[in-house]
């Protein structure tokens, strides 16, 4: 009796250990992430649901969030006002298609009464070792094309980038930086960042945002990208994809049959 009382122990505990890993590798495994700009002018803090689940809360205004574990496929995104509730009519809303192995970066553009959301595609995988990854994204309202430089060297990491656009990504040695936006094609310095740093291995994006075309309305924001995990897992539970799904039915499957056999044999060994 107590050889199948171990038997059964084991089998239980290869059963679930085998089920967890399938539904963690599903998961984690290719899966898009997505993560969220809020840059409309004077808006207030925003929830961000996917699908009618809460997935950031509170993002304020000339803010990004980390990034989050979605399943593929196609998902309704709304954006309302902070701590208003997922039944309240979004302020905006748009279906869009999100595809395995890929990041993305969802922008609010606009004012109050009128915006947008712009979506984009992300490349986070890391430079080498030595170097770093840069991107800009112009989205300040008000601004026409720019320049991006470095202000102590004559060096421009984007040359005429226009509103509602991202930039190549740019490639560079790690260090401190000071940063100039100018004017397309002329020396109008219109912002600057100094003393920004960047470490080697890293993937960064410098969002310009606010309304131009003075200094006082703009803002650089940096966020580091490549190789950073999710900030929290989703707010209201995980994003399981079908495959996931379907992953966790056949293992769960698997488990009843297993712990029906070590019961019927139990059993029968009783019988006899």
């Known amino acids: 009796m107590k050889n ?6 084991w089998v239980i505990l290869i059963l679930v250990v085998l089920t967890l890993g399938l539904v963690i590798v ?12 809020h840059a409309v002018a004077d808006g207030t803090n925003a929830d961000i649901y996917i699908d009618n689940k809460l997935l950031y809360r509170d993002i304020p205004y000339k803010n990004v ?24 009519p979004p302020v905006v809303q748009g279906k869009f298609p999100f595809a395995n192995d890929q990041d ?21 995988k890391a430079p080498e070792a030595v170097n770093v990854k840069i991107l800009v994204i112009h989205v300040a309202l008000n601004l026409p094309a720019i ?6 060297r004559n060096e421009c990491l ?52 606010g309304v131009g075309p003075t200094e006082s309305g703009l803002k650089i924001v940096k966020s580091t990208d490549g190789g950073s995990p999710p900030d929290q ?24 049959t297993g712990v ?13």
Not at 26 to 37: F, H, M, N
Not at 104 to 122: K, N
Request: net charge positive; proline share 4%; hydrophobic share 45%.
């Open 4 to 9: 199948y009382v171990k038997s059964f122990t």
């Open 26 to 37: 599903v998961q984690a495994g290719g899966s898009p992430r997505l993560r969220v700009a």
């Open 65 to 88: 969030s980390g990034y989050q574990v979605l399943a593929s496929g196609e998902h309704n995104v709304k954006v309302l006002p902070s701590g208003v509730g997922a039944e309240t």
């Open 104 to 124: 993305y970066t969802m922008i609010a553009i606009g004012r109050i009464g009128g915006f947008e959301l712009a979506l984009f595609t992300d490349n986070n």
């Open 147 to 152: 320049d991006v430089c470095l202000a102590d």
């Open 158 to 209: 984007v040359a005429n980038l226009g509103f509602k656009n991202t930039s190549e990504y740019y490639v560079m040695a790690p260090g401190t930086y000071n940063f100039v936006v100018r004017q397309s094609g002329t020396n109008n310095v219109i912002l600057s960042k100094s003393d920004s740093k960047f470490s080697s291995g890293v993937v960064y994006t410098l969002f310009i945002m």
């Open 233 to 256: 897992p989703p707010i209201n539970g995980a994003f399981l994809s079908p495959e996931a799904l379907m992953v966790v039915v056949v293992a769960g499957l698997i488990l009843l």
């Open 260 to 272: 029906g056999l070590v019961g019927w044999r139990l059993a029968r060994r009783k019988r006899v």
